[in-house]
């Protein structure tokens, strides 16, 4: 793993995000498994608010405090609360603020040993900037197929028989 | 449910599956959950295959047909046997076979109503054209989500403590 890898990969999700769910019907972004699960639609919002209070401030809590200051824990429901916006505003102002992120990652010219500079999370411990970003990635990649699930269970009866062939439309889209 | 709304929704995926995975290294690509499982390149080239061999041919049988004849059954692992081709090759390929099955189905003007004309699954039996469809839709999600989580998985260790929060690094891409 190196910077410039995980800097890649970040940049592709807002792409791959946009393909999946601009210009979808509403009820279709909407849709959810139930109380307490995530639509498509919550989870680009997710994906947002954890840009601006997730990723970013640790990265820059590691980088100047190391692990001497925890990071401010992360409000993951925090989006449900929002007043409602059109799909496309929220797309927007993830690729803008995850280009901006990664301007500002390629910017620091961080070696592939400062991925084993230190952070304290306030759950479960001390981890490593290299342990965030890859976090970061995969946690990109593991709501892109929440999101993929979460809107091929819109069809999880009209498949009919077909049913029994695709246990992913028998799970639910549980809060990660 | 109606023949646009599918088609708008088929017409989708290429775009998708391309963002996902269009330029990523090939160790990536490649990296499957272990034996019988698939890489993220074996669920793209899946997605070509089914286009050729299950969802244009049975939505014909059916078309043609009605119940009178079964479906040829369909080969799902049949890419693993194929000669090894770049990513974009398979792209491109599946992009243009969906552009041109999603002009066929345009073009046969169907209504709401033809969605309940019948065909025959060598398996489950009695199938509605609607069935067919829905399960097409449900089935390029579906795999558009297993793929996000292969390539997921690539972190697995990278991601530390964190994988505690992380369901998804923990389970495996099963053949679906």
Redesign the interface.
């Known amino acids: ?1 190196d910077p410039l ?1 995980i800097a890649s990969a970040l940049a ?1 999700t807002p ?2 995000v ?3 769910t601009a210009g979808l ?1 509403a009820e279709w972004l909407r849709r959810n498994d139930g109380p307490g699960t995530w639509s498509a639609y919550d989870v680009v919002g997710h994906l947002l608010n954890a840009e601006a209070t997730n990723w970013q401030p640790r990265t820059r809590m590691i980088l100047q405090h190391g692990s001497d200051r925890a990071f401010e824990p992360f409000d993951r429901e925090a989006m449900l609360r929002w007043k409602p916006e059109s799909i496309n505003g929220i797309l927007d102002r993830f690729q803008a603020a995850r280009e901006a992120v990664v301007e500002e990652l390629l910017a620091l010219h961080l070696s592939p040993a400062d991925l084993d500079r230190r952070g304290l ?1 306030p759950e ?2 001390e ?2 900037l ?2 965030l970003w ?2 970061w ?3 990109d ?2 709501h ?6 979460v ?6 009866h ?5 049913r ?6 028998d799970r639910t889209a ?1 809060a ?1």
Chains 1, 2 share one sequence.
């Open positions: 793993m890898e592709r792409g791959t946009r393909a999946l019907p999370h479960i411990g981890v490593t290299g342990e890859a976090t990635v995969a946690h990649l593991t892109i197929g929440q999101i993929a699930e809107l091929a269970r819109r069809y999880r009209a498949v009919g028989p077909w029994v062939f695709m246990p992913a439309l549980d990660e």
